[in-house]
Structures are given as structure tokens and as C-alpha cells.
């Protein structure tokens, strides 16, 4: 049986769903994710915006999404800022146990934080993915502009034509690279701008959500 729905999980204060374009699912479907265990583990993770110890990793109990938890990950300019401080960025290097006989896909990705930015000034995520050996490198950023003082939600998206599968019998580490930036623009010289995607306390989830396929021969 085929489903064209992905559940969100772990530690998000609600339920989030995704759902294929209409038009994408009358070519094609998401297939039932593997009912056994998924396990994802952390090989690396290096970065100015994920220090040693200040980012987690959860799979949720479906096995149709993970979750990547930060609690130290803060761009900022302006004020007393370091001056290397407008960009941090966080490469983290997974190991996916994943069921013999499936591939899997990343097809959508929520991010979520908080940002003050005066008039003037923008923000700047961004978030690249690609398997360990492949050359196929997916992209999506989001950009926020001053005069801005609240959370913020960006969601990329992955029509299931254009989603790139791991390969099938073969384990592979799958690379998520994320950066924050902050420019000052024209707002008033000594003002500080920010952007986090930790909240206030201490913790905020990025979910990935996966989509799932037989392999050939299965």
C-alpha cells in the first residue's frame, strides 16, 4: 500500500504534515516507510553554530521523519559582536541504518528560530543536502528582512521527481550543511541584528522529513 503523507516528530511543540503537490502524486506515490527501526546516529558535527555537545538527533517513532535539536546556534552583527560573528554554520555528517531493501529521500525540511533585525538589516538560512560520494548537491535558502522581532519558520520543499534517493544496498552518510548570516545593511551604525535557530530556552527543532521507496528486486 502507497501513502503521499509524511508525518513530523520528535520534539516539535506540535504535529506538523507535508504532503506531495498534487500533481506530483498522480505520477508517483510515497511508499509505506520499512516498519523496522531506523537509526540514525551522528558521525560528525562540526561548525561555529553547533559547538561540541549542543546538538541532538531523534528519529520520530514512525520512522518518517528525524529531528536535529541545536541549542548554541546564533549569528549576529553589529553592537558588541565579534566580528566573525554574522555567519556560523553547522555540518553535520549522519549515519543512516536504514532496513534492507528501501531507499530513502529527504523531501522536505522545517526550520525554525527567532530573529531581531533592525530596518535596514536582513537575515539569511540556508541549507544544503547530498549523500557521502555523490555529486547531486540540493540547495534552498530563505531570506528576512528588517525591520523584523519574532520567530521565524522556513520550510524547503522537494517534489518527489526532483528528490535524491540514497543508494539502494549501499550505506552512505547523508551531509546537511546550515548556515545563519546577518548583514547590517543600512541600518544605524552600532544597532544589533541576530538570528538564531535556538529559542529562549535554550532549544529549537529542525524536522527533516523523509520519504521512502523499495528498492528494485525487493
Not at 531506523?38 to 528525524?66: H, M
Request: one cysteine or more; glycine letters at 10%; charged letters at 15%.
Amino acid at each position: 500500500m502507497s501513502r503521499g503523507l509524511l508525518l513530523s516528530g520528535g520534539a516539535l511543540a506540535a504535529l506538523l504534515t507535508a504532503t506531495l503537490p498534487a500533481h506530483a502524486t498522480q505520477s508517483a506515490s510515497f511508499d509505506d516507510p520499512p516498519t523496522d527501526k531506523v537509526v540514525i546516529k551522528v558521525a560528525t558535527v562540526n561548525g561555529s553554530g553547533c559547538p561540541l555537545g549542543t546538538a541532538a538527533v531523534a528519529v520520530s517513532a514512525d520512522n518518517t521523519a528525524f529531528t536535529v535539536t541545536y541549542s548554541d546556534y546564533l549569528a549576529k552583527v553589529g553592537g558588541n559582536a565579534d566580528p566573525t560573528a554574522f555567519r556560523k554554520n553547522c555540518q553535520l555528517n549522519l549515519i543512516v541504518h536504514v532496513p534492507g531493501g528501501f531507499t530513502y529521500g529527504i523531501a522536505s525540511a522545517d526550520y525554525r528560530g527567532f530573529a531581531s533585525l533592525q530596518r535596514g538589516a536582513t537575515g539569511m538560512q540556508k541549507a544544503s543536502y547530498y549523500f557521502q560520494g555523490s555529486s547531486n548537491t540540493t540547495s534552498k535558502t530563505h531570506t528576512f528582512s528588517g525591520l523584523y522581532n519574532d520567530n521565524w519558520q522556513a520550510t524547503d520543499e522537494t517534489e518527489y521527481a526532483q528528490i535524491v534517493w540514497s543508494p539502494c544496498g549501499v550505506e552512505r552518510n547523508f551531509n546537511i550543511n546550515t548556515e545563519l548570516r546577518v548583514s547590517a545593511g543600512t541600518s544605524t551604525p552600532g544597532s544589533s541584528s541576530f538570528m538564531t535557530m535556538d529559542s529562549t530556552d535554550g532549544d529549537i527543532s529542525t524536522t527533516y522529513h523523509l520519504a521512502w521507496k523499495e528498492c528494485p528486486g525487493k
